[in-house]
């Protein structure tokens, strides 16, 4: 009898631990925690890891105390075995020396994790350096420290597009001692009329203390950018030849307007002529017009680089003067040169052609 009631009891308890077993590892699967959280009085970032996909927010306080001085929420989307950054920008300024940032990470309603960072201001916080400039542009960015004392530092530089870290780049033991400067291009395209911010965080390291953060924040709007060359600019009787150069990654694919106005006359005459390439920040191509319908005279020129929307990008202007035209001889003048002499029909014509093109080649390439 009591043989029949341990295998009963065997029975019962196999079912038990295999539905604790099968809970626990459903529990397992669905983690969602934050691996690495840091804020301080400017900006503040958690990176969250998940073992299965997950929708959620993530919820970031300011405290002061137990006050609530400031906070905000951002959605987030994460997929099994992936890490994901988010960041936000404090939009209040800090009143006193000690806060507490705090971040909570939902899946729905349900809280998954959260974590704790003290943040320091004012004197607390004071670097042993100066920024004296952080300047982003749609090339990249251009910062430059001003040491006190000497240091060893770490420089991240993060590109935020709104809660997302699109980039980040660092340098590791830069070494202080005298005026520093970092400069980083952009390596991939930006979106037209798009803002970025640049997150600048210096790690500087302490012989006797933890590593002191400070981060420094600027932003720009991206937009395509292009300049004309003057020393590659070319105008005279025939036509105009312009070399453009991109200083932007926001790609310019645009036109290159030339207007002409008579001095005399007062006349306009507009060309409008589609630049080839489609521009980046370093890239170069050459675009021009030949005129048509224009007399003699002296004219002013303006050059304008204009994109799709029709936004003048850079422009150049110049003064052209096209000689009187000569009139013809009835009889055709004998040719001095031993060369021409003798060819006559298709044959001479195509020599004459050859020898014009050869003389403005180099009459420009003595100009340029």
């Known amino acids: 009898m009591d043989n029949y009631r341990a295998k ?3 029975l019962i308890r196999i079912p038990l631990v295999l539905i604790f077993l099968f809970s626990f590892t459903g529990t397992a699967s669905a983690a969602l925690e934050i691996t690495d959280f840091f804020s301080d009085y400017t900006s ?45 920008l404090w939009q209040n300024k800090p009143q006193n020396d000690y806060y507490t940032a705090k971040a909570s990470i ?7 994790d959260n974590k704790t960072y003290t943040v320091s201001y ?29 240091s060893a530092v770490d420089i991240t530089i993060d590109l935020l597009d709104s809660n997302d870290i699109v980039y980040t780049k660092t340098k590791e033991d830069v070494s202080l001692t005298s005026n520093t400067e970092l400069k980083i291009d952009w390596p991939f395209l930006l979106s037209n009329n798009e803002k970025y911010t640049v997150r600048t965080k210096i790690l500087t390291h302490r012989l006797y203390a933890e590593p002191l953060i400070n981060t420094y924040l600027a932003s720009f709007t991206a937009h395509d950018d292009v300049e004309i060359l003057p020393d590659d600019v070319e105008v005279d009787e025939y036509g105009a030849s312009v070399t453009l150069r991109g200083n932007s990654q926001v790609p310019f694919d645009g036109f290159l307007d030339i207007l002409a106005t008579n001095r005399a006359t007062n006349e306009k005459k507009t060309y409008r002529q589609q630049v080839e390439e489609i521009l980046v920040t370093g890239k170069e191509d050459t675009a ?14 303006s ?26 001889s009835e009889k055709p003048a004998a040719s001095n040169t031993p ?11 195509a020599a004459i052609v050859i020898v014009i093109v050869i ?10």
């Open 8 to 10: 009963a009891i065997d």
């Open 44 to 88: 503040s970032e958690i990176t969250i890891k998940a073992s299965k996909d997950h929708h959620g927010k993530a919820v970031f306080q300011l405290l002061d105390g137990t006050r609530v001085v400031e906070s905000q929420e951002v959605p987030f989307k994460v997929s099994a075995g992936e890490e994901v950054s988010k960041v936000i």
């Open 106 to 112: 939902f899946n729905d309603t349900e809280l998954h």
């Open 122 to 150: 004012g004197t607390i916080a004071m670097p042993s350096f100066h920024v004296v400039d952080l300047s982003p542009s749609n090339k990249g960015v251009q910062l430059l420290l001003r040491p006190f004392n000497p």
């Open 288 to 301: 021009g017009v030949v005129w048509k319908e224009l007399g003699s005279g002296t004219y002013d020129v």
């Open 303 to 328: 050059i304008r680089v204009v994109n799709k929307n029709n936004i003048v990008l850079d422009k150049y202007e110049t003064v052209l003067r096209i000689p009187e035209e000569q009139i013809e």
């Open 339 to 349: 060369a021409l002499a003798g060819l006559t029909g298709s044959t001479g014509i």
């Open 359 to 368: 003389l403005a080649a180099v009459r420009r390439k003595r100009g340029g």
